[in-house]
T-cell receptor
Framework: GENVEQHPSTLSVQEGDSAVIKCTYS??????FPWYKQELGKRPQLIID?????GEKKDQRIAVTLNKTAKHFSLHITETQPEDSAVYFC???????????FGKGTHLIIQP | DVKVTQSSRYLVKRTGEKVFLECVQD?????MFWYRQDPGLGLRLIYF???????EKGDIPEGYSVSREKKERFSLILESASTNQTSMYLC?????????FGSGTQLSVL
């Protein structure tokens, strides 16, 4: 089955700086890669996703890049703000949202 | 908006009790999932269902069962709760090819 590795487990950045979270996956058949944000005490919420027919996708301050050859994908957050503090999860699947395997999460801390 | 409702936010049970965690979705979605979330381990799939009376094992089904008698309701059952089942349990459904979660049930087994 699919295995997703996520790094780092904790990331601390100064407010206004950029943050990058990286994930690798094992199954070359995987074609759907979403990212979830979970604020303290709340449910995980989808913030951005990418499918294997594109290499990059942006939505305001967040972007995701995908390298299918190397089997890794990354979340980029620019101009970080206090409300970006949360745990972020990457995931991968071959069959869309139905068969997601999640990474173990990254705790992003935005320092004022 | 996709609405996934988990009836209990917090539950405290004793070892050996039979525990039911309930999940209801209001959009006639077919696919429903139960995940378990533990610090440092991420989200792990316990069971899922693609239709009424249908169920499939996920990655960590041991010690759990599920019931789906109606399309909108998907129940997770702990036949005999153990302390290592203390965790956050998240129900989810798929809408527009995206996964949406309920607010979670924090279960403590004493």
């Amino acid at each position: 089955g699919e295995n997703v590795e996520q790094h780092p487990s904790t990331l601390s950045v100064q407010e206004g700086d950029s943050a990058v979270i990286k994930c690798t996956y094992s199954d070359s058949a995987s074609n759907y890669f979403p990212w979830y944000k979970q604020e303290l005490g709340k449910r995980p919420q989808l913030i951005i996703d990418i499918r294997s027919n594109v290499g990059e996708k942006k939505d305001q301050r967040i972007a995701v890049t995908l390298n299918k050859t190397a089997k890794h994908f990354s979340l980029h957050i620019t101009e970080t703000q206090p409300e970006d503090s949360a745990v972020y999860f990457c995931a991968a699947s071959e069959g869309g949202a139905d068969g997601l395997t999640f990474g173990k999460g990254t705790h992003l801390i935005i320092q004022p | 908006d996709v609405k996934v409702t988990q009836s209990s936010r917090y539950l405290v049970k004793r070892t050996g009790e039979k525990v039911f965690l309930e999940c209801v979705q209001d959009m006639d979605h077919e696919n429903m999932f139960w995940y378990r979330q533990d610090p440092g381990l991420g989200l792990r799939l316990i069971y899922f269902s693609y239709d009424v009376k249908m169920k499939e094992k996920g990655d960590i089904p041991e010690g759990y069962s599920v019931s789906r008698e109606k399309k909108e309701r998907f129940s997770l059952i702990l036949e005999s709760a153990s302390t290592n089942q203390t965790s956050m349990y998240l129900c989810a459904t798929v809408s527009d090819e995206k996964l949406f979660f309920g607010s979670g049930t924090q279960l403590s087994v004493l």
